[in-house]
């Protein structure tokens, strides 16, 4: 028992040294795990809108739930914008410009920073913001605080192109190029469980797990194993850790993505999603970008019949509302749902680097694992029987062609992993504590630590 002991804390001292190479190399000069590729700003053409549903589509800034004036209670919702660096035209000498929904003046703000950072001395300016006066449709977002028409204070119509992109950066909900006089922006109601909510995948959305077959994320437990994509380019069958969000009755709103050869995946739009311009990329090349940003024409990786995995075309981007969200996190960091390849991360648009935050999660769950490996061990020795569960080990690779890029499933092979009574009870109590309602404490930290240390930009609005 002793030398077993040692032996337990040698490994974890060992892992631990790795660990702190690791976290060396990730924060230092050159291409680390923090590196994020800076995204070039293309203008929006007139008359474009983003996302390309209507405005008052559940994709978009959603359904408009009433005027507001101010006799009504819904008024002490709305909050005054006296941010300095924005012109508010105020035509009508009410202050009505100056109030919106803290969603809408959150964006505001944002926009007001990036529009003096891009252009020196020039400031955003608002001409239309709250509408208290009955001048737009009945449906109108004006009215309840939630639309802004905007221009820049130097009132030079070719930035506005780039004026719209920047608000489609900054968050707004929905951005339209109107006018060759404005831009309109639009956000969702602050109550919205899409606005508070982070990225997910819906209950009924099915993985591939180890041994054959399939299972739905409502039904999938830590410890369970599903095919993923390792950061080498392997076909795995990776564990999963735990459920960075999970909850059963949730109500939100999905994106629907439909490839060329019939796979649909449904994910919030916070959730990130690698996406290519071209199909002829290698799989290294696909970005991870919010699912917000796909696109009818973008190419996403499927696993395609014969366990092929090779890139399919986006035709269609829809929106359904949906009860249940659950975001499985994976050792890998990614995973394939209905077939088609996502991250398990989710609000930061960087894949690695939010996979190197998770570093300590998969040091811990290593650890575990010889813990409990040395336990299993010490159950046979003193007698105790148990079946084995033969799993797929990571073993299969992928290889690019012509076509697209291929996995050899001839090299899968397997290997012996034994199940004690104690690791059972442990997965039955994490079945049991499905119905609990949480998002993961670790994530919580490191989404308060990235709001404090890392750009803005980097976080889904």
């Known amino acids: 028992m002793k030398q077993s002991w040692w032996a337990r804390l040698a490994l974890l ?58 006799n009504s209670e819904r008024f002490n919702e709305l909050v005054c914008n006296y941010n300095t660096d924005i012109v508010f035209k105020d035509e009508e000498n009410t202050n009505a410009d100056r109030f919106m929904t803290k969603r809408c003046k959150d964006c505001l703000n944002r926009l007001a920073i990036a529009v003096m950072n891009l252009w020196p001395g020039v400031h955003l300016r608002v001409t239309e913001a ?10 109108s977002l004006h009215y309840e605080g939630r639309a802004v028409d905007i221009t820049t204070d130097d009132r030079k119509t070719e930035k506005y192109g780039l004026l719209a992109q920047l608000a489609v950066e900054a968050g707004f909900d929905w951005v339209h190029y109107e006018s060759k006089y404005h831009i309109h922006c639009s956000v969702k109601a602050d109550h919205s469980v899409t ?9 009924w959305a099915r993985v591939s797990i180890a041994g054959g077959g ?11 194993r599903i095919m993923a994509l390792s950061g080498t380019g392997h076909l795995v069958f990776s564990q999963v850790l735990l459920f960075l969000h999970r909850d059963q009755e949730s109500r939100s709103t999905f994106l629907t993505l439909e490839t060329e050869d019939g796979h649909r995946l449904s994910l919030t739009p916070r959730h990130l999603v690698f996406l290519a311009p071209r199909d002829e990329l290698c799989h290294s090349e696909y970005q ?24 399919s075309r986006i035709l269609a981007v829809s929106v359904e509302e949906g009860v249940g969200v659950y975001a499985p996190l994976t050792e890998d960091g990614t ?15 960087d894949h690695r680097l939010a996979h190197w935050a998770f570093g300590p999660v998969r040091l811990l769950s290593s650890f575990n694992q010889l813990l409990w490996g040395e336990m299993a061990e010490e159950w046979q020795a003193a007698g105790a029987t148990t079946a084995p569960v033969k799993t ?8 690019h062609g012509k076509a697209g890029i291929y996995v050899n499933n001839d090299t899968l092979k397997t ?4 199940t004690v009574p104690l690791r059972m009870d442990i997965k039955e109590k994490h079945s049991l504590q499905r119905q609990v309602s949480h998002v993961h404490w670790y994530a919580r930290l490191l989404y308060s630590f990235g709001r404090m240390f890392l750009d803005s930009e980097a976080f889904h609005p």
């Not at 709250?130 to 449906?139: M, S, Y």
């Not at 290997?415 to 034994?418: E, I, L, S, V």
């Open 392 to 399: 797929p080990s990571r073993g299969s690779t992928l290889v």
């Open 130 to 139: 709250w509408d208290e006066d009955g001048h737009h449709p009945a449906d």
């Open 214 to 224: 399939q299972k739905t994320l409502s039904s999938l437990a830590p410890g369970d």
């Open 415 to 418: 290997q012996g992993n034994w």
């Open 335 to 349: 995973l394939f749902v209905d077939g088609v390849l996502a991250s398990s991360y989710a609000l930061v648009e």
């Open 195 to 203: 606005v508070e909510k982070g990225g997910c995948f819906p209950g």
């Open 13 to 70: 001292g060992l892992l631990a040294v790795c660990t702190c190479v690791w976290l060396v190399q990730g924060c230092g000069p050159g291409p680390g795990y923090g590196t994020r590729r800076p995204r070039k700003l293309t203008p929006m053409h007139y008359k474009q809108f983003v996302p390309n549903f209507s405005e008052n589509n559940l994709g978009a800034s959603g359904r408009a739930e009433g005027k507001i004036t101010r």
């Open 288 to 311: 991870a970008q919010f699912a917000s940003r796909a696109k009818t024409g973008d190419y996403v990786l499927v696993r395609g019949p014969g366990g092929r995995v090779q890139p």
